[in-house]
């Protein structure tokens, strides 16, 4: 099985900084992308953030210019580092993987994390 833990969310005031973290394990072969999602209340979930395993990165167009998506291959994490919040950010966030994993054959699926919850105070 692959877990997906999440660390980092909590309170913030306006145009402060966060940074989320998210660690995943298990008989993992290979992370394709890694994703952040945020889901706010009374809204849809939306794309925050998206790394390929080569590093390519694309954002959400709320975020653009103010997060930033970094991982480590080597420890099977990535991270969002969040700037100038506002109070529209927040959310809560999950961290997705796409992951081949072996349990016990060989099998590629999406995973999601728990979620961490993120509040920006006006």
């Known amino acids: 099985q692959v877990q997906l833990v999440e660390s980092g969310g909590g309170l913030v005031q306006t145009g402060g900084s966060l940074r989320l973290s998210c660690t995943a394990s298990?008989?993992?072969?290979?992370?394709?992308?890694m994703a952040w999602y945020r889901r706010a209340p009374g809204k849809q979930r939306e794309l925050v953030a998206r790394?390929?395993?080569?590093?390519?990165?694309n954002y959400g167009d709320s975020v653009k210019g103010r997060f930033t998506v970094t991982r480590d291959n080597a420890k099977n994490t990535v991270s969002l580092q969040m700037n100038s919040l506002k109070p529209e950010d927040t959310a809560v966030y999950y961290c997705?993987?796409?992951?081949?994993?072996?349990?016990?054959?060989?099998?590629?699926?999406?995973?999601w994390g728990q979620g961490t919850q993120v509040t920006v105070s006006s």
């Open positions: 997705n993987a796409d992951v081949l994993a072996e349990i016990p054959i060989r099998l590629r699926g999406d995973y």
């Open positions: 298990g008989t993992i072969v290979s992370i394709y992308n």
């Open positions: 790394i390929t395993k080569s590093g390519t990165t």
